[in-house]
């Protein structure tokens, strides 16, 4: 019996053995059976995962802590644990004060080295920061090798004007430990860079200052250099290996010595700490985590990557649109190897794509890992928000219903009206059913310090607009946008970026969580705080609230109904950017259908001036509704369609294609690409059920502004209501759908709703 029809054969045993009524215990006790089956048929597996955040103050040089190193960990371990077979005494974890450099490498002489046989299965993983050190030897021409940083591993007294020795773990080491481990199946992912320390807004770049950021003001000759006793471990390691420094110079120039390495960003970019929603993390942790959840069968390291790197790139023009921060993941494999077309972490994966997993089970109760979440639509994955079971053959066994999260873990009870002989137990993977967006959810502001005695009457004007607008201290955790006035140093980094258009220094203006200005949003110099807020910013602000909670319908991953959109320009018909649900997906995307190649989603650019279009395709059975709306670079909602004067036209027929502004559907406008550059997106929902009130709505606003018929509505007096309406609509539509409803909660059903995503740079002509 082949390795994936006896982890068949045992997932349908335990239904049928749960049909016939076994106890919880016996549950359990089966899972562990059934995982203890698996590992016997798979490669024997150890990691070692280290996570600082601690980083507060070493010796007399204080540099910015991490939040999300020691989270990143968990991530990790659950992944392996769940999709990659790892038991959890094979994985030992390092946190804060316990990862010294002692520490990190006494664990990997004991836990890695001295353990693995060939054919063993080994992963590496560091959160932290990284710098960079002077290397004598100059294996590089920059002269440098990069290092991670332990938990005890001070600056030098004087630094930067002084040089001297630091207790970091250098690339070098890493090499010759990677070497050293007996077997060729080996994964380092590191989520740390060496561009210099930084801090940019609330996020916070994985870097220390290192011998890059010396100041060589006195000696041009000082250095930063790895410690005598790191030096001396290197060569100890070397005579183990039977390499002198000629032939480790050499070895080492041609990249890792066997295996994969995953590293978060190129060299001199960023590697960033930041949090989604109420969870701390590094973005690549996150994604690459994410990207293998969603997964089914086994993916290649290449195709890993790939995805991974274009999804840092959205989710950073998405996030942070103004932050000019650059992190593109990349990996390195052995020269000559096809390590990049083998299996992520030389092993196989469960074949199920998944969004939780479950971790314990007590009676009704259940607790999950939410590991395959998009970070944009976290906040939905509170109270009230339900997963499916399904089994090895992808039927559905049953639901549970989340009552609470924290970050990633949530806790739930199991619906038992859905349930049909589903083995419930730690290790079952679930697929999301219906998210549940908070009607209190709000966009959180931060009062920034720039502000001085002005920082109350801010406050006060918030408050005044929107209940949902919720005024917070800048360094609060999960800030949407920071409130602040320009300061003459921001002007003169916008200079040395040759900017034209620059803001008044003084003036009252929002910025990202990256601290850069959002456009459009500047004032005057001389202007009253509560004046700026209350007149100037209202509209805007309620937009951002409106885009904040539309994006949390976003569920490509998820929906299981067959949509397709894709944006081209009118001139030459050419596909620039599409987005598919992927579970839902019954037909090839638009731009296969025609035999184009898609563009990756770094090509999404395009320029001032140039005429577009936009296509949505139902390959459902039954007619759909779509409504396309647009966020402006600076922060507008607009509705795209349907229009004033069309609100009744008919909804896309099954396996039919619209574009959009559609002739045949009285559209009278162009889209043509202008304004400010910087970062648009197009959301496009598709429905079952008609937008009833968000129609209603449409029409009143459409009247008070004596909107042309088939053209756009600008929503900047009602967006935050016209949003409001539209998830109203969509819950709606959930109901009698099967879904338990929970009060103060707009439900989406993953069966009655796709919401699609396609996000575009517009560049200069």
Not at 684 to 693: E, G, H, L, N, Y
């Amino acid at each position: 019996m082949s390795f994936i029809k006896r982890r068949q054969f045992l997932q349908f045993a335990s239904s049928a053995l749960a049909t016939l009524g076994i106890s919880q215990l016996e549950i359990e006790q089966q899972a562990i059976r059934y995982a203890q089956v698996l590992a016997q048929n798979t490669p024997r597996k150890r990691a070692l995962l280290v996570g600082i955040n601690d980083y507060l103050k070493v010796g007399n040089f204080q540099w910015y802590p991490l939040e999300g190193a020691v989270n990143d960990t968990q991530i990790q371990k659950e992944l392996l644990i769940n999709l990659f077979g790892f038991q959890p005494e094979d994985i030992r974890i390092l946190h804060d004060q316990e990862a010294t450099r002692a520490n990190i490498l006494q664990a990997f002489e004991d836990h890695l080295i001295n353990w693995a046989q060939p054919g063993d299965v080994v992963i590496f993983h560091f959160s932290g920061h990284g710098s960079q050190v002077a290397d004598l030897d100059k294996v590089f021409d920059d002269g440098r090798v990069s290092t991670i940083v332990p938990i005890d591993s001070p600056l030098p007294p004087g630094y930067p004007n002084k040089g001297g020795e630091v207790d970091d773990i250098t690339g070098h080491t890493l090499w010759l430990l990677m070497q050293k481990i007996n077997t060729e199946n080996i994964t380092f992912v590191l989520d740390s860079c060496y561009s210099g320390g930084a801090r940019k807004g609330i996020l916070t770049v994985r870097s220390r200052p290192g011998d890059q950021e010396l100041l060589r003001i006195t000696d041009s000759k000082i250095q930063l250099l790895a410690s005598k006793q790191e030096q001396e471990y290197q060569k100890q390691l070397m005579s183990r290996l039977n390499l002198s420094n000629p032939d480790f110079a050499k070895l080492r120039q041609q990249g890792v010595p066997k295996g994969v390495m995953l590293a978060a960003a190129r060299r001199n970019e960023a590697a960033i700490d930041t949090s989604f929603a109420d969870t701390p993390c590094g973005i690549f942790t996150y994604i690459l985590s994410r990207y293998l959840w969603q997964q089914t069968g086994v993916n290649s390291v290449n195709q890993l990557m790939v995805s991974t790197a274009n999804t840092t790139d959205r989710i950073l023009k998405e996030y942070f649109p103004t932050s000019s921060l650059v992190q593109r993941p990349e990996f390195n494999v052995k020269q000559g190897s096809n390590n990049d077309k083998q299996a992520v972490y030389f092993t196989t994966r469960k074949n199920i794509s998944a969004d939780a997993v479950v971790t314990k089970v007590q009676g009704n109760q259940i607790d999950l890992f939410l590991g395959g979440i998009d970070p944009r639509s976290l906040k939905a994955f509170g109270r009230g928000a339900i997963f499916t079971v399904f089994n090895s053959q992808g039927k559905e066994q049953g639901q549970v219903q989340i009552e609470s999260r924290q970050q990633l873990k949530a806790q739930g009870k199991l619906i038992p009206a859905t349930t049909r002989g589903a083995t419930i137990a730690p290790g079952t993977l679930l697929q999301e059913r219906s998210r549940a967006i908070p009607s209190n959810l709000t966009l959180r502001i931060g009062l920034d310090p720039s502000l001085g005695q002005d920082i109350e009457l801010a406050r006060q004007a918030l408050r005044t607009i929107n209940k949902r607008i919720e005024p917070v201290s800048a360094n609060q955790p999960d800030v949407n946008y920071i409130l602040g006035r320009v300061t003459q140093e921001y002007v003169q980094q916008l200079q040395k970026l040759n900017v034209k258009k620059l803001p008044e220094v003084g003036s009252i203006a929002l910025f990202s969580p990256a601290a850069d200005l959002i456009p459009g949003s500047d004032g005057s110099a001389g202007e009253p705080v509560a004046d700026g807020v209350s007149n100037r910013l209202k509209a805007k602000l309620k937009s951002l609230l409106a885009a904040s909670l539309v994006k949390l319908t976003l569920n490509t991953t998820s929906s299981k109904l067959s949509v397709a959109a894709a944006m081209e320009t009118v001139d030459g018909n050419a596909i620039q950017a599409e987005a598919f649900t992927v579970r839902g997906a019954t037909v090839a995307p638009v731009s296969r259908s025609r035999g184009q190649t898609t563009r990756s989603s770094n090509a999404q650019r395009i320029t001032v001036g140039t005429l577009v279009r936009f296509l949505v395709q139902n390959n459902e059975p039954r007619a759909l509704y779509i409504s396309v709306l647009l966020i402006s670079v600076d922060g507008e909602l607009l509705v795209l369609s349907p229009l004033p004067g069309n609100e009744d036209a008919p909804p896309i027929p099954a396996g039919q294609q619209i574009q959009v502004p559609d002739p045949d559907r009285g559209e009278l406008y162009q889209f043509r690409i202008a304004g400010e550059p910087g970062v648009a997106e197009v959301l496009v929902i598709a429905s079952t059920t008609p937008f009833k009130k968000a129609i209603e709505l449409l029409r009143a606003l459409a009247a008070e502004s004596d909107s042309q018929r088939g053209t756009p509505v600008n929503l900047d007096q009602k967006p935050d209501e016209a949003i409001v309406s539209l998830l109203n609509d969509l819950d709606e539509g959930t109901r009698g759908a099967g879904i338990t409803q929970v009060d103060g909660t707009s439900q989406i059903d993953t069966q009655q709703m796709a919401a699609l995503s396609i996000t575009f740079e517009i560049l200069p002509s």
